[in-house]
C-alpha cells in the first residue's frame, strides 16, 4: 500500500468516526476533516437539524472552524477528507477557501440532494450593485 493511500485512508477513518458522532446526534452521517502538512486542522460533522442552519454541512463546519485557527479564510495548501461526495455549495466553499485537494468517500447519487428548484431573477439594479463592487476592489487595488 503506498503511503499516500495509507494516508488517506487514515484520515478518512477519522472523517468516518465523526460521520458515526453526526448520526448519534440525529443527523445525516457525514463526517469531514480538514488537513495540512498531515495535521489536523478542524473537524466537522453535519450539524444542519440541531442547529437549525442549512449550512452547517459537515465540510462547511470543518472550513469555518479551520479558517478562525488559522485567521484567515484562505486555506491554502490543505486537504479535505468527507465521507459523502460534496453538493454544489460545499464545493463552492472549498474553491473559495483555496482547499487544494479534496477526498470523499461514498458518491453522492442524489448529485447534492438539490431536489428543490429555486426562481432565479437577475439584473435588478445591476448597475448600482456593479457600480459598488468595481468601486471596492479599485479602492483595494
Not at 484520515?11 to 489536523?40: C, F, H, I, T
Not at 437549525?52 to 472550513?63: L, M, S
Not at 479534496?102 to 456593479?130: P, R, Y
Request: net charge neutral.
Amino acid at each position: 500500500m503506498s503511503p499516500d493511500l495509507k494516508r488517506d485512508e487514515y484520515w478518512m477513518q477519522y472523517a468516518l468516526d465523526l460521520a458515526k458522532r453526526a448520526e448519534s446526534m440525529g443527523e445525516v452521517p457525514v463526517g469531514a476533516v480538514l488537513v495540512r502538512n498531515d495535521e489536523l486542522l478542524a473537524e466537522g460533522w453535519n450539524q444542519a437539524i440541531s442547529a437549525c442552519d442549512p449550512t452547517a454541512h459537515a465540510e462547511i463546519v470543518a472550513v469555518r472552524a479551520a479558517a478562525l485557527k488559522v485567521g484567515n479564510y484562505r486555506l491554502l495548501e490543505t486537504t479535505l477528507y468527507v465521507t459523502l461526495e460534496p453538493c454544489a455549495m460545499c464545493l463552492g466553499a472549498l474553491a473559495h477557501a483555496r482547499v487544494q485537494r479534496l477526498v470523499f468517500g461514498a458518491t453522492d447519487l442524489k448529485a447534492g440532494s438539490l431536489n428543490h428548484q429555486v426562481k432565479v431573477e437577475g439584473g435588478v439594479l445591476a448597475n448600482a450593485t456593479s457600480d459598488i463592487l468595481r468601486d471596492f476592489f479599485k479602492k483595494k487595488r
